[in-house]
């Protein structure tokens, strides 16, 4: 996979956007939901069964998954000439593991096993199917 289709969480745009909050200890920063804040996230708790997947999609903005229990795969495509193909090796998150996900970026996800995941997405949560 390319440099310039990764993102980490140096350059996820998740992690912008935090404020300080009055009588909270010091060093402690927060990013609030969207729509509520329009410099916000969206957070999802979300639950996949064994063997379920999802189909060639993008996000339009930036996105974190936190894999809670399970394992899951995600394979980023590139356009060709044929349609999707392929870009590298499946990436495998298990327990404990975080992924990033650039806006726009072509990607399917396949649930190896019964996964429950927090989902934060850039701002305005985007499903686009390819």
Known sequence: MGTEH?????T???????ISVPDTPDGF???????TNPDGC????ERWQAGSAEPPHSHPGDD????????????FFIRGENGLQPDGEAVILSRGDTGYIKAGRIHD???LEDCKLVYVHDKAFGFTAE
């Open 109 to 111: 996800a396949k649930y």
């Open 12 to 18: 996820s745009k998740v992690w912008d956007n935090h």
């Open 42 to 45: 969206e957070v999802m708790l």
């Open 29 to 35: 920063t927060v990013r609030t939901t969207w729509p």
């Open 64 to 75: 974190m998954t936190v894999v809670v229990e399970g394992r899951m795969a995600i394979q």
């Open 6 to 10: 990764q993102a980490t969480s140096a």
